[in-house]
């Protein structure tokens, strides 16, 4: 695990504590080095398990196999606070086994995302023209101020950053509608940290994890670059 990774230095090396801060390592055991029930909100887009290769050739860690998925939603079951949401992007095709693990750690799913595209990521018997998240949740939570239409427009990100790069105003809208300011966000798959980004513009704090070192760095750069 990366040095960066401590109970006192977060990624800038200056001393804190669960707040603002963004790790490298594998998920599974910093959430367990973790506290329960200690975080407000969790935003993650973790591998869809379908083996994915970019068209310039990047690929997602972990995404050619299952092993992770349940240890990692347990972990994330755990920490999430009582009566709070978690809001998961998935693999349409691979729903039997998200769902199959979301419900069996605990969460109950209550809503569901269709973000639409203007363009097609790709082609076989129909054209992929958007991406899906369920909104799920642990105890009973309060209902939002203001619910967030299921159905958003999807604004192409370019995806200069991560291959699976999600734009950052979607996840401000909703961090704002299903956290309070001051909240700490997790992140366990953070990629280039749009989760992160998100949380900050909206005045959450962000707890964000990453395995892969490229990504890893290019998420410091974009955090703490200015810091």
């Not at 995404?63 to 347990?74: G, K, R, T």
């Not at 069996?104 to 269709?114: D, E, Q, S």
């Not at 790069?165 to 809208?173: A, E």
Request: charged share 20%; with cysteine.
């Amino acid at each position: 695990m990366n040095s960066h990774f401590s109970p006192i230095f977060d990624a800038c090396g200056k001393p804190g504590k669960l707040h603002n801060r963004l790790v490298h390592g594998d998920c599974i055991p910093v959430m367990q080095s973790l506290p329960s029930a200690s975080m407000d909100l969790i935003v993650t887009d973790p591998p869809y398990l379908v083996n994915y290769t970019s068209r310039d050739g990047r690929s997602i860690q972990n995404d050619d196999n299952d092993a992770w998925l349940l240890p990692a939603f347990q972990e994330m079951y755990r920490m999430l606070k009582d009566n709070s949401f978690c809001i998961s992007f998935y693999g349409w095709h691979k729903i039997d086994r998200f769902m199959q693990t979301w419900k069996r750690v605990g969460f109950r799913p209550v809503g569901h995302f269709t973000f639409v595209k203007n363009y097609a990521s790709g082609e076989s018997f129909t054209q992929f023209s958007h991406e899906n998240a369920y909104l799920l949740i642990k105890g009973r939570p309060e209902r939002p101020a203001t619910a967030p239409r299921d159905v958003m427009p999807w604004k192409y990100t370019g995806n200069t950053l991560h291959p699976t790069q999600k734009p950052v105003k979607i996840l401000t809208q909703l961090i704002e509608a299903y956290s309070v300011p001051g909240g700490l966000v997790l992140d366990p798959f953070s990629g280039s940290a749009s989760t992160a980004v998100a949380a900050r513009a909206r005045g959450r704090a962000f707890f964000a994890i990453e395995k892969d070192p490229q990504y890893y760095n290019i998420a410091k750069n974009r955090l703490f670059s200015n810091a």
